[in-house]
């Protein structure tokens, strides 16, 4: 059973952090005519174009397995070619993935000078161009899926060619829709399977599910990054019990994602409807997807870390869902898109003061050799030019206004996602209250990432059990042992739920049963918990505003001014005493950060 060398573990982020230095990135530097050849045959190579063979929309996994069998059955083969291509190639499973984090190495050339922030992926997490990043980073790996399907399905004879060539013209990337009301956050089950059956063009065989995990080849983890214990695992991991011993617990991973299902889900339904800003939606949406990745990873599996995570195949289920919950909102709220936001760093932008729509979305270059940037992918309708779409934001509205793809999206939402606890009045056209605590917190206060949990009662002094008795919690990821570049991170979350029996009370009512039961407390992403007095930055408190449903499903809900309740928080670590500590949030360094756009309109 591998275990953790703590002093293996800290030499190594000591020397990742010495080795930090600022950057011009390779595809960005200018080139002399006599480049300019080379340049264009590289970009030609490394293009991220998505597939070639028309608009197809991308299906719920669940969905593509059950009603596409054969499409499913090329995914898998499709994905364990990706697995099984040499990790010196650039497009193999190790190479796109490692463009997330470790090897922490330049691509598509892992051999490229430059000045580079060593200690960081390209992944920009924490910024404004987190959704836009992504777009092109699951385009990458969406064409080569598709490009060795149709491959594989050429391979097979007789009718089967044939039937395998039509299965792969409907090949995209399945998404794992993880606060769908069916499947209430659990895993996909065929994520949780080690072994499957598929049908190849010798006939039928059982193979180590692709899904399931990725076994590392020979030396694929004792590349620069991989500290122990992830250089002395040769296999991802979900849900490990601790960091010093990775063990894979498929049904822990599971578990805790049902346990937070329904305040995931009323997050998200207020993330998507709530509009009037991107980078607010962005901020929340990446929020969301944090607590997915702990969730899933446990306390030091690979989901749980940023340099890791993308090595799980199921960080790309994820990943797809995250993409397409970006482009639902951008249907239904366009024109819209990304404005300046603080910079941060990545793998080839170490000291950026600004990310913005121009900015370049490394590595990731179109096939004239120019940078991605947000500009490419900033409504919903650029989807369709790379050759998918989702089923609420489907390829057959390509033609349709901007209105009746608001309206089509919206009533998406609405039929998907609207909450059905009894937290505010269902009845259409009346108004319900809506209580949320809001927390804002510096993410650079902890070593490695840690989570903030919220409980009714009293926080249980195990935290296995954590999970499974707290009502909502904000995750904020990391390296092992690193610590993130200072930066305000924010979360809103559903408090109705939790307060059940008593929501329709009055006002007072609720506030002196917060009062005296709305406690939280916080553990480090390896497990460890910490007193939340060392949290200088964390403040939290409760609002309750109005919400009021339309009769028209096509139309969004409306929402009140949001109302601060000091009492439901006064004299707790942490705890707000005036609005002014949401609007105006001091980092670590008691300098001023960013609080989210909708923190301004709270009122005392």
């Known amino acids: 059973m591998p275990r953790m060398s703590t002093s293996g573990l800290m030499k190594g982020v000591a020397l990742v952090l010495s080795l930090s230095s600022a950057i011009e990135p390779v ?21 991220i174009v998505g597939a070639t063979n028309g608009c197809v929309n991308r299906q719920r996994i669940d969905v593509m397995q059950s009603q596409q069998p054969d499409t499913f059955n090329l995914f898998l083969l499709a994905f364990q070619k990706l697995y099984t291509t040499s990790s010196s190639d650039p497009w193999s499973w190790y190479g796109l993935a490692g463009i997330h984090g470790v090897p922490w190495q330049p691509w598509p050339n892992p051999n490229a000078t430059g000045n580079f922030a060593i200690a960081s992926g390209y992944c920009p997490h924490g910024s404004v161009l987190f959704g836009p990043w992504h777009r092109p980073y699951m385009l990458a790996v969406e064409q080569q899926l598709v490009a060795a399907g149709l491959s594989i399905a050429n391979t097979f004879t007789g009718s089967l060619k044939t039937k395998y060539v039509n299965a792969a013209k409907l090949l995209r990337f399945p998404y794992w829709d993880w606060a769908a009301a069916n499947t209430q956050s659990h895993l996909p089950p065929i994520c949780m399977q080690p072994n499957v059956t598929v049908v190849t063009p010798t006939g039928s065989k059982t193979i180590a599910n ?14 620069f990054g991989f500290f122990p214990p992830y250089s002395d695992v040769d ?27 329904q305040t995931r889900r009323s997050q998200l339904y207020s993330t998507l409807m709530m ?51 970006l482009a639902i909102w951008q249907a239904a709220n366009p024109g819209f898109s990304v404005t300046p936001g603080p910079g941060v760093q990545t793998f080839a932008r170490p000291s950026p003061t600004q990310d913005d729509i121009t900015t370049p979305l490394y590595p990731f270059i179109h096939s004239n050799g120019l940078n991605w940037t947000s500009q490419d992918v900033s409504s919903a309708s650029s989807i369709w030019k790379y050759n998918y779409g989702f089923p609420e ?11 009746q793809l608001d309206a089509y999206a919206t009533s998406q939402i609405n039929t998907l996602y609207q909450p059905t606890v009894a937290s505010v009045k269902r009845d259409v056209g009346q108004s319900g209250i809506a209580w949320n605590f809001n927390a804002v917190v510096d993410q650079s206060e902890l070593p490695g990432g840690f989570s903030v949990s919220f409980f009714i009662g009293k926080v249980p002094t195990d935290p296995a059990q954590w999970s499974s008795k707290r009502i909502g919690s904000m995750a904020i990821l990391g390296g092992p042992g690193m610590t993130r570049m200072s930066n305000i991170v924010s979360a809103t979350i559903p408090l109705n739920q939790a307060l059940d029996y008593i929501v329709n009370e009055s006002t007072e009512d609720i506030e002196n049963y917060l009062a005296a039961n709305l406690v939280w407390g916080c553990t480090t992403n390896d497990g460890e918990v910490v007193d939340v007095s060392k949290l200088t930055t964390l403040k939290v408190g409760v609002t309750s505003n109005s919400v009021t449903y339309p009769a028209d499903i096509s139309q969004k809900p409306s929402y009140g001014t949001p109302k601060l309740h000091v009492k439901a928080t006064q004299g707790k670590k942490g705890g707000v005493m005036s609005s002014g500590e949401l609007k105006n ?14 923190f301004s309109q709270i009122q005392s």
């Open 235 to 261: 296999v991802t991991v979900r849900a490990a019990s601790s960091q010093s011993v990775l063990v894979d617990n498929e049904a822990g991973a599971d578990l805790t994602m049902e346990n937070d299902f």
């Open 27 to 47: 595809f960005a530097l200018p080139v002399e005519s006599s480049e300019e050849v080379d340049l264009f045959k590289r970009a030609a190579a490394y293009s």
């Open 210 to 223: 692709p899904l399931f995990s990725y076994h590392f080849k020979t030396g694929e983890n004792q590349l």
């Open 585 to 598: 949030p001091k980092k670590k360094d008691g300098t001023s950060g960013t609080a989210p756009m909708r």
């Open 393 to 403: 934001v489907p390829c057959s509205y390509s033609s349709a206004s901007s209105s």
């Open 275 to 325: 509009t009037g800003s991107y980078n607010d939606f962005s901020g929340s949406l990446e929020g969301i997807h944090n607590q997915v990745h702990t969730d899933v990873g446990g306390n030091g599996g690979h989901m749980t870390w940023l340099p890791y995570s993308a090595f799980d195949p199921i960080f790309w289920l994820h990943h797809c869902n995250v993409d397409r919950l």
